[in-house]
Each structure stands twice: as C-alpha cells, then as structure tokens.
C-alpha cells in the first residue's frame, strides 16, 4: 500500500491549505484514515481521522475549527483542510492508513496506523 500526500508549499498566514493522501495498491475505501502533524524533531501528533466510508470524523481538541478532514473513495483520496494558516502550524503533515470497516470507531494513535505517507511540509509565513 502507497500513501502519496501532496498540497503543502509555502502561504502566507491566514490563507488555506489543502492536502491530499492518495492510495494505491489496495482497497481504499477497507481503511480508515488519519492525518497527523510533526514539528522538526518532536513527535508526531494525531490531527484528525476518518472512517472508511466517511460517517465518522473526529479531531484532536486542537485542530478543531480550522481544520477539515474528508475523503473520495472514487479518487482513493483523503483530504484535509486547513483555514486561516498561521505560523504555529508550520510542520510536516503526514496521512496514515488502517484497515477498519467500522464507521464509529476512531484511532487517534500513530500505532493504530499501518501504513505511512511521506509527509508533505507546509509552511507558513508571518
């Protein structure tokens, strides 16, 4: 399974950002998505999850309200969206995979997620 993240470059703050995960090599829509955050030498932190066939979204407390996640299992494509950009948010994004037909359950650990994309750096300029 390939996990392909694109979107990310360098804005000024207060514009928007969107970031796509494209998969290949398997089913997309058998896996729940996540997209996650790193700041240069920190851990990465969850930022937001899907379910398979989108009914379920659920954000870290702190990524709620500018931050969008959504999916086209046509496109094999998870997305998220990011408002109103400021500085703070300048780090490497990457998107996550993990098998899960469930649509309630969530995963908010980076261990939960089998598969990894190679991250996309967004950043942002004051």
């Known amino acids: 399974v390939q996990l392909v993240e694109s979107g990310g470059g360098l804005v000024q703050t207060g514009e928007s950002l969107r970031l796509s995960c494209e998969v290949s090599g398997s089913i997309f829509s058998q896996y729940a998505m996540g997209w996650f955050r790193q700041y240069s030498g920190q851990e990465r932190e969850f930022v937001a999850t899907?379910?398979?066939?989108?009914?379920?979204?659920y954000y870290a407390d702190t990524f709620k309200g500018r931050f969008t996640i959504s999916r086209d299992n046509a496109k094999n494509t998870v997305y998220l969206q990011i408002d109103s950009l400021k500085p703070e948010d300048t780090a490497v994004y990457y998107c996550a995979a993990r098998a899960s037909y469930s649509s309630t359950s969530y995963y908010t650990d980076d261990q939960d997620y089998e598969f990894w994309g190679q991250g996309t750096q967004v950043t942002v300029s004051s």
């Open positions: 899907i379910t398979w066939n989108g009914r379920t979204t």
